[in-house]
């Protein structure tokens, strides 16, 4: 081999070399980060938010257990880029981080001897969790009826027959009496046979009951007690019970989130004074629920075809709960 092709191979080594180099600077970049921690909109995942820059964590697993790694804090660390790895969302640039650490706080410049800040001057920060719970009344707005005919006979088909009859009149009735704007829908049918039992001998069938039930929504609260009177002269004779519930509860179920939200806020601020400081800010809200109103039910009835008086009926009032969990910061007094 001589001198030129040994001088040509060291040379070309050299450049496959100086390309590695500068292809793995291209693909990983050191970086020093200063930022906020914050969660992702992928389960599981952090960012680190730094002068309106994303860095997506790719190994955040290794800090979860840090009392520190919390959202909002404030942390500085050192990494590399990782241009190679996607999520689903590409919130921010793959980070793959080699140490984090709490911000150390930034102190400013002192002027002269005169103005020297010392430990015991500096106010310290501290978080607090809360809760907030409200309970709202409303009226309710929609009532909810089922009535059914029960008819019995020793044949199935006069149970079922006598059935039709009845609940033809008992539906004409309830559509008079309900009025224009009411939802009218058959809810249940059955025909099934009365068995008798005696000891050691297999059952008998003794007759056949039939059983329709019609379920009517009301806007019209006023007509509920006419309806069951109505349907029982027609010859209805079982009301499977009444509920009240709030159809369009939305109005009183933002109230009562807000009020919630109020009553949490109220309380840390409370603890803040009794601290001797100040919320700086909410760090955290979650709403834990809002329990849509729970009907108000009312007993069952067996009626009678005639009805010597009008039935009465109160329509109370409904609850509907809200609870809100709430994080503060706040700046204590000095130590």
Same mark, same amino acid.
């Given at each position: 081999m001589?001198?030129?092709?040994?001088?040509?191979?060291? &040379?070309?080594?050299? &450049?496959?070399?100086?390309?590695? &180099?500068? %292809?793995? =600077?291209?693909? +990983?970049?050191?970086?020093? *980060? $200063?930022? $906020?921690?914050q969660r992702t909109v992928e389960t599981g995942g952090w960012l680190i938010v730094s002068d309106n820059q994303k860095y997506l964590l790719v190994n955040a697993t290794r800090f979860s257990d840090e009392q520190w790694f919390t959202s909002g804090n404030e942390v500085e660390a050192m990494g590399e880029t990782k241009s190679g790895v996607v999520s689903i969302y590409l919130e921010g640039?793959?980070?793959?981080?080699?140490?984090?650490?709490?911000?150390?706080? %930034?102190? =400013?410049? &002192?002027?002269?001897?005169t103005t020297t800040t010392t430990q015991?001057? *500096? $106010?310290?920060?501290?978080?607090?969790?809360?809760?907030?719970?409200s309970i709202v009344q409303a =009226?309710?707005?929609?009532?909810? *009826?089922?009535?059914?005919?029960?008819? =019995?006979? %020793?044949r199935a088909l006069d149970a079922q027959q006598q059935n039709a009859d009845r609940t033809d009149a008992v539906v004409?009735?309830?559509?008079?009496?309900?009025?224009?704007?009411?939802?009218?829908?058959?809810?249940?049918?059955?025909?099934q046979p009365q068995r008798v039992y005696k000891e050691g001998q297999p059952p008998t069938i003794s007759g056949y009951e039939a059983r329709n039930s019609v379920t009517v929504t009301l806007?019209?609260?006023?007509?509920?007690?006419?309806?069951?009177?109505?349907?029982?002269? +027609?010859? +209805?004779?079982?009301?499977?019970?009444?509920?009240?519930?709030?159809?369009?509860?939305?109005? +009183?179920?933002?109230q009562a989130l807000a009020e919630a939200t109020r009553e949490a806020l109220s309380k840390a601020q409370v603890i803040a004074t009794a601290l001797g400081g100040r919320v700086v800010r909410i760090v955290e809200v979650q709403e834990?629920?809002?329990?849509r109103?729970?009907?108000?039910?009312?007993?069952?009835?067996? *009626?009678? $075809?005639t009805a010597s008086a009008p039935t009465p009926v109160e329509v109370g009032t409904l609850d509907i709960t809200s609870r809100v969990q709430l994080i503060a910061e706040v700046e204590v007094g000095t130590r």
């Open positions: 001589n001198m030129r092709t040994l001088t040509i191979r060291k &040379l070309l080594t050299t &450049l496959g070399l100086l390309a590695t &180099l500068l %292809s793995t =600077q291209a693909f +990983a970049k050191e970086v020093a *980060l $200063r930022g $906020r921690l640039t793959p980070f793959a981080v080699r140490s984090m650490q709490p911000a150390v706080p %930034s102190m =400013q410049p &002192l002027a002269t001897a015991n001057e *500096l $106010r310290g920060l501290t978080k607090v969790m809360v809760t907030g719970d =009226q309710p707005d929609t009532a909810i *009826l089922t009535v059914s005919v029960v008819t =019995q006979a %020793s004409r009735a309830l559509k008079n009496a309900a009025g224009a704007g009411a939802e009218i829908k058959t809810s249940g049918y059955s025909l806007s019209d609260l006023s007509r509920v007690g006419p309806v069951i009177d109505a349907t029982a002269q +027609a010859g +209805a004779n079982d009301v499977a019970g009444i509920s009240f519930t709030l159809r369009k509860d939305r109005p +009183a179920r933002d834990e629920g809002v329990a109103p729970v009907p108000i039910y009312g007993e069952q009835m067996q *009626l009678m $075809r």
